[in-house]
């Protein structure tokens, strides 16, 4: 069905040219999305709203892999795959860095997947692993909550797994679980609201303010009960999540870029950016993601101009070490913009950097798709030994218009040598 609506979107065309904004980390219905959009819709919906690129990021799996690249390249959008989890940082075991009242615990990003591993590789063993340890900390979640929320009881195969279209759950979707199994119990808002607010040690009267406001309410439950303090918190280990160094291979093992991941600067891991990238430098890290709206976007002008000036500092020191930046809105959340505001004058100092970040990942996978030529190869690497030369020529390739189908079979045809000549004269006109 989504593939027809995409074909009849197609035909009708009358989509706005590209813009130079971008949003290259959005979450799919296969991780959770806000809206419960799939691949193919925030394909759509980056299209028409002129986006420049777009790219999927869901957690802990590559399921919309396939999707996005189809649906992206019949409505010739610039597009990357990545994904996300939480891994440990061993450095810093001792210290808060991107994950709240998680010290150790680090979210972390690998980019350009073109395509899904072999289940029986090395990488696609890991990536089982990465779901497996998920749906464990689920359970064990869960387990914790149940004790302290009789007479409710959570099933997680019953009541979270079918609100996800393969398996995938996350936080959120169990938080909506748990608001939709009390909504079922109890015979009517006013019981319900009465329980939430004995169980969770909340005013009655703040919950009767939130509780119309679902996408709002979810936050308070969500955090009520997962985050630092809430009902089933308990500080991770490092054994409840993956080595960073062994995702990070896993990563290269797919011929991807490992990315690390920027929270706002405001935990004690990440008052020293300089230090923690080059540390992530020397275990072969090559590009950052950022999410700009949480670095600036707020009404108390002392808490912006704090989150500002980190999240300079932090662009200076990516620029100093010339890693390209990736940047994004999440799409993980109710409400979070579908494109951040690069006029913001926050962002606008930022912009081609940002801008030559999406480039690059979109032509790492344009040249890993078609020429077998990856961003982080030690052939890439010898063809431009210096760092800025080698984001200069993967950002030329990313800033091709998206292929037109006859391109992209004459590209499909070719060998590897000769798309990649093919390519990087295109790169050069910036025409196919």
């Not at 303090?229 to 797919?254: H, N, T």
């Not at 891991?269 to 993601?289: F, M, R, S, Y």
Request: aromatic share 10%.
């Amino acid at each position: 069905m989504r593939r027809l609506a995409l074909d009849e979107a197609v035909q009708a065309g009358g989509f706005p040219p590209a813009s130079e904004q971008v949003n290259m980390h959005l979450h799919s219905f296969f991780s959770y999305n806000g809206e419960g959009w799939s691949p193919t819709r925030i394909a759509y919906e980056m299209k028409r709203l002129g986006l420049y690129s777009a790219a999927l990021c869901d957690f802990d799996v590559l399921h919309g892999l396939p999707e996005f690249f189809e649906a992206a390249d019949m409505l010739q959008l610039r597009a990357a795959v990545a994904f996300e989890s939480r891994v440990f940082f061993q450095e810093y075991a001792e210290q808060e860095i991107n994950s709240p009242g998680e010290p150790g615990v680090f979210y972390f990003m690998g980019m350009g997947f073109v395509e899904q591993p072999a289940a029986d590789s090395q990488a696609g063993q890991m990536f089982a692993e990465l779901l497996l340890q998920s749906h464990q900390r689920n359970r064990e979640l869960i387990g914790r909550i149940n004790s302290r929320l009789a007479p409710l009881a959570l099933d997680y195969e019953n009541d979270v797994l079918p609100l996800t279209p393969a398996n995938n759950a996350t936080e959120r979707h169990i938080t909506l679980a748990f608001h939709q199994l009390a909504l079922r119990h109890f015979a009517d808002k006013g019981q319900c609201l009465e329980f939430w607010s004995r169980k969770l040690d909340s005013p009655l009267e703040q919950l009767e303010k939130l509780f119309d406001n679902t996408n709002a309410f979810l936050e308070l439950l969500r955090g009520k009960l997962m985050k630092r303090g809430g009902l089933g918190y308990v500080q991770p280990s490092a054994k409840a999540f993956p080595k960073l160094e062994l995702v990070i291979d896993m990563i290269r093992q797919c011929r991807a870029i490992p990315m690390s991941a920027w929270l706002d600067g405001s935990l004690p891991g990440e008052q020293n950016p300089e230090e923690q990238l080059q540390c992530l430098l020397d275990k072969k890290v090559e590009a950052l993601n950022i999410i700009p709206d949480r670095n600036w976007n707020f009404k108390d002008p002392e808490l912006q101009r704090q989150r500002v000036a980190a999240l300079d500092r932090y662009v200076a020191a990516a620029a100093e070490l010339e890693l390209p930046i990736n940047v994004g809105t999440e799409g993980n959340k109710p409400g979070q913009r579908l494109v951040d505001d690069f006029e913001a004058e926050a962002l606008r100092k930022h912009r081609q950097a940002f801008l030559q970040g999406a480039q690059i990942m979109v032509g790492h996978t344009r040249l890993l798709r078609y020429a077998d030529l990856a961003y982080i190869d030690d052939k890439a690497q010898k063809m431009y030994p210096q760092r800025a030369r080698r984001n200069e020529f993967f950002a030329k390739a990313g800033a091709l218009p998206a292929p037109g189908p006859e391109t992209r079979l004459k590209l499909g045809k070719m060998s590897a040598d000769n798309a990649l000549d093919y390519i990087s004269e295109a790169a050069v006109k910036q025409a196919w």
